[in-house]
């Protein structure tokens, strides 16, 4: 199965088709979705993001001085690392996420600061924006900054969980209430390094594929003024401009593991023996990878249509709901089918198809729910028809 056919699409440059072939032959050197022992996640984590950095990779995640972040690219790269590795896939998005905040909106001070280590894989980022009680509804957060009584400081208090790459980042955008206008007008980002006092890790948080997530806690943390990213109030702006990039890579990742998934499918339903045939051989096997087939193609028409009209400088509210909304359901869909032809090894912990299994569960909620996909393109419609 050609995995790479789909570069021959008229969404992409010949600089996208050679990142994608070259990261693709990276992989396969470096990567091997499936065997790699991932149970010790932080080292696991630490060490993918050095190899990136090491590799090249990580500079497409974060804006240089000047320059647009190329959304195809990042997609593109999170496809492929999906395909391979899951936890990889993480490792890059997480460094892009992270500093995104800072890339779009930061000071040429911060900047300096983060980015190139960033870019290198010397240092660990994360995006701190949910709280046990604002998750999609952000204008629901409570965890506040205030300033300091000599002016030159803001003193965070409250709490954050499901951070990805909490326990482990070097520092974190945080996201926290400054009072400026009611709901989501009053907030603000920060820059909190690790270890900053006030700051600790209240929680590491285990969850059904291996990644690195933890709940923070903040209690009188004093940051510095030019920790601030944007202006005081932009908060809920710069969260949005970040996730707007790495949305549609969400739904490129979930692309990566639905066309492992049917690889995996493909492969099993050749080589399986079943009533003196194949299992290739009968027709519900070949409905089923039909349906397989079409839902990943529609995909990655949604997710590169999404990431090329960004590219073009266009708003794309509703086709990167749509993007996120379809692939990730779509994946579901797809990798479930991949484990019901493998039968009881498709539950076997170790299994590619398990590992995908339990990769693709959480896309379907992290960065705006499937639920609040289906919103967003709802309100578009009935505003813009």
Known sequence: MNHLKHLDWPFFEDKHRALASELDGWCARNLAHGSVDHEDVDTSCKSLVKALGAGGWLKHAVAGEGEAI????????????????????????????????????????????????????????????????????????????????????????????????????????????????????GISAFIVDAGTPGFEIAERIDVIAPHPLARLRFTGCRVPKTAMVGAPGEGFKVAMRTLDVFRTSVAAASLGFARRALEEGLNQAKEREMFGATLADLPLTQAKLADMACTVDSSALLVYRAAWERDQGRTITREAAMAKLMATEGAQRVIDAAVQLHGGRGVRRGEIVESLYREIRALRIYEGASEVQQLIIGRDLLKNG
């Not at 995104?100 to 190139?116: D, V």
């Open 70 to 185: 190329d959304t195809r690219a990042i997609c593109l790269l999170r496809e492929t690392l999906a395909r391979h590795d899951g936890l990889a896939d993480f490792a890059f998005a997480m460094q892009g996420l992270g500093s995104g905040a800072i890339s779009l909106m930061g000071t040429p001070a911060q900047r300096e600061a983060y980015l190139p280590r960033v870019s290198r894989g010397e240092a660990l980022a994360a995006f701190a924006l949910s709280e046990p009680e604002a998750g999609s509804d952000v204008a629901a957060m409570q965890c506040a900054a205030r300033l300091d009584q000599g002016g030159d400081h803001y003193v965070l208090d409250g709490e954050k969980t499901w951070i990805s790459n909490g326990g482990i980042a070097d520092f974190y955008v945080v996201f926290a209430r400054t009072g400026e206008a009611p709901g989501s007008r």
